[in-house]
């Protein structure tokens, strides 16, 4: 027995001595004398010149944050001083990564579970330049690694890194991306005192939803302060703003505060939220506003189509998840904001899908105003244009938009977005409402179906078809109104207010142009309108903003209000050149009707308008008009001599049986009284060719 007891203390005896040698060695050992071979095996892994310049040191103390028993066992902290990475050999700086120190913690047990498990790590005095070149080589991505993994199967290791919280001091980083058209320097500091993340949030979102106040309650406070300068899509950009002090890499419930500032160009964004589980890049929960000239002047920052508008601001929470398997995807949900004078709230999603990442949502406005629509079409004033950035002026001698479709943005991406305007404001007499568009961009093709509203206690359905895979674009147009009351198409209009007549309508337009100018300068098609009982004046031209109407007008009918018995228009176009087919008003005084053409390629007008009076009591209608110029600068006159003789006789309306007949798919009588169209057309139809 006592042998035994004898070995048993020998043994412990030796472990002891061990153990203190151990602990003496590695107290004393000059680690330096490692840094030849650390610094030759790190340089040859990574293809990189990498060095410890500095100190390298392993010192013992214990890690008082430990749960239970751990505490009091001292734990290695690993130092090092001025490290460099080197660039790649085409970069412009000469470092890659420089810090001034690094302070790792270890926990030496782990390791015999083939775990290398790091507390935590503080970087300090960290620098960063990040380069890439327009044929897409970074210099983050390090070739000889890169290789090695190539031609290796893919086994997966038995050792585990679990790396606790990284923390940093002063440092920065600059960036010169060719592809993004980048060159960005960016600058952190400490702050002299943290800042609570709760009273960031607080002061702007005010009072938030319980779910929020909890969880600016858990984040950490901000321990840095940032700033940026430089350029980002080729416009200048600047920012500022705050971060945490501390990245919990493996505690992905532990959110990393951010807060942000930034201006690129009149763009600017601001940004106060949290990054959850950074070491995958996990989820951003942030309230986003943004605001500027036009939507469309967010492409070069995010990279996402959106159309042309005017000023702009919108409020709301975004959220994103960088891991989903599908592609990283984005939610700016809730979010109300304003484009003009329109509001605008409802979400969006945006997800990183192939072969392009797509966009879906729902929009809703209360109140639209008309105008705010026009810079989609190009059709908004210069100095509109100008503040959005619109590339094309507008020739002061052109009526129709020049500014041409951005075609090339529509195939980076696709879209499914369906928008809802409950009241549309052209005038404040004829409010337009139930707007509903439903948006889908697909591999370049853009397609409004449908594009419906209702006007005017009628309906008004259209389908747009842009295809932006042809060069130039292709479009075509399909219209329909139906049932639109006169007496609420005008209603201001007193002696309209006893009409009981409708205006109904069809169009098919198609054509090929890169603008709406150019669509309509090579359209093909037709257009077919018919109003049934109405009424017109000098002063209902001249509430249309009319000025030849009000010219036409007063000398057809001086200052008279006169009955509209019908009103029939059917035009054809080819090649961007319009000629009525049919084109003719019945008048409880004559019969007028409208010959000639208009050009939308060069915008001219020949128009003639030829009144056939039913009695000689109107002296004002014996001379015939014309209409001259351009759509931009008409100028119209009356008609002296010959040209007088086309008035006589039914034959001026020069119909043939097919505009008649198709017209009279239209006729649609109102609220029981007679229909005044349908005798004019069977009379027409019926005249020989």
Not at 121 to 134: F, K, Q, V
Not at 270 to 292: Q, W
Not at 298 to 318: E, F, H, K, M, N
Request: glycine share 12%; net charge negative; hydrophobic share 40%.
């Amino acid at each position: 027995m006592s042998r035994t007891r004898g070995v048993l203390l020998w043994f412990l005896g030796t472990l002891a001595v061990l153990v203190v040698v151990l602990v003496v060695f590695l107290a004393t050992f000059d680690w330096n004398r490692l840094k030849p071979t650390l610094n030759e095996r790190v340089s040859e892994t990574l293809g990189r010149p990498f060095a410890v310049q500095g100190d390298l040191d392993v010192r013992w103390q214990r890690d008082r944050e430990a749960p239970g028993w751990r505490s009091w066992f001292p734990h290695p902290t690993l130092t090092a001083e001025d490290i460099t990475l080197g660039n790649a050999e085409w970069g412009q700086a000469p470092d890659f990564v420089h810090l001034d120190s690094i302070e790792a913690h270890v926990r030496p047990l782990a390791l015999l579970g083939k775990r290398v498990s790091i507390p935590a790590i503080t970087l300090g005095g960290p620098s960063a330049h990040i380069e890439r070149l327009d044929d897409g080589r970074a210099n983050w991505t390090f070739e000889k690694l890169a290789a090695s993994e190539e031609g290796e199967e893919e086994k997966p290791s038995a050792w585990v890194l679990d790396i606790g919280t990284i923390g940093f001091d002063k440092g920065s980083v600059s960036l010169d991306d060719q592809i993004l058209r980048a060159q960005v320097q960016v600058n952190v500091t400490p702050l002299g005192e943290p800042v609570p993340y709760s009273q960031i949030m607080a002061a702007a979102q005010g009072e938030g939803a319980q779910e929020e106040q909890a969880q600016a309650a858990a984040t950490q406070d901000y321990a840095f302060a940032w700033n940026a300068e430089g350029r980002y899509g080729g416009q200048p950009v600047s920012g500022e703003g705050r971060v945490g002090g501390l990245l919990a890499l493996q505690d992905a419930a532990q959110p990393f505060p951010l807060q942000v500032d930034l201006r690129a160009g009149k763009t600017r964004v601001t940004v106060e939220g949290t990054l959850s589980d950074p070491r995958n890049l996990g989820a951003l929960d942030l309230r986003l506003r943004l605001s500027g000239d036009s939507l469309g002047n967010l492409y070069p920052l995010i990279g996402v189509t959106l159309p042309d508008t005017g000023a702009y601001s919108t409020d709301g929470r975004l959220r994103a998840d960088l891991q989903d398997p599908g592609g990283a995807s984005f939610l700016y949900e809730g979010f109300n904001g304003r484009i003009g004078g329109s509001d605008i709230s409802g979400d969006l999603a945006y997800v990183a899908l192939e072969p392009r990442p797509k966009l879906t949502g729902e929009l809703t406005s209360n109140q639209l105003r008309f105008a705010d629509l026009a810079p989609l079409i190009g059709a908004d004033s210069e100095q509109s244009r100008q503040a959005r950035g619109a590339t094309r002026k507008q020739p002061a001698d052109r009526a129709l938009p020049v500014e041409e479709f951005r075609t090339d943005r529509w195939r980076d991406m696709d879209a499914d977005v369906r928008f809802v305007g409950r009241r549309i404001i052209h005038d404040e007499a004829l409010p337009i409402r139930d707007l509903n568009a439903h948006v889908v961009l697909d591999d370049g093709v853009l397609s409004l179906q449908p594009l419906s509203f209702g006007l005017a206690g009628g309906r008004l359905e259209t389908d747009v078809r842009l295809d932006g895979q042809r060069t130039p674009l292709a479009g075509r147009v399909r219209l329909e109104a139906r049932a639109l009351k006169l007496n609420q198409l005008f209603p201001t209009v007193e002696t309209m207010q006893k009409s009981l007549g409708e205006l109904n309508g069809n169009a098919d337009i198609q054509g090929t142009g890169n603008s709406v100018a150019a669509l309509l300068g090579s359209a093909n098609g037709e257009l077919r309108l018919l109003m049934n009982d109405g009424t017109v004046s000098r002063s209902l031209m001249e509430l249309a903003g009319l000025n030849v109407g009000n010219y036409l007008v007063g000398r057809l009918f001086g200052d008279e209000e006169v009955q509209i018995n019908c009103a029939v228009i059917d035009l054809g176009m080819k090649n961007g050149l319009a000629e009525p087919r049919l084109f003719v008003f019945d008048t409880e005084n004559a019969v007028i009707n409208v010959t000639g053409r208009v050009n939308f390629k060069n915008e001219n007008m020949d128009l003639d308008i030829v009144p056939r009076s039913k009695g000689i009591r109107i002296i004002s209608l014996r001379s015939p008009l014309y209409v001259r110029g351009t759509l931009k600068d008409p100028r119209p006159g009356v008609h002296a001599g010959p040209l007088a003789l086309r008035g006589a006789g039914m034959i001026v309306l020069g119909a043939t049986v097919g505009p008649a007949a198709g017209l009279l798919a239209l006729v649609a009588p109102s609220g029981g009284q007679a229909d005044q169209c349908g005798p004019l057309l069977e009379q027409v139809r019926k005249l020989p060719r």
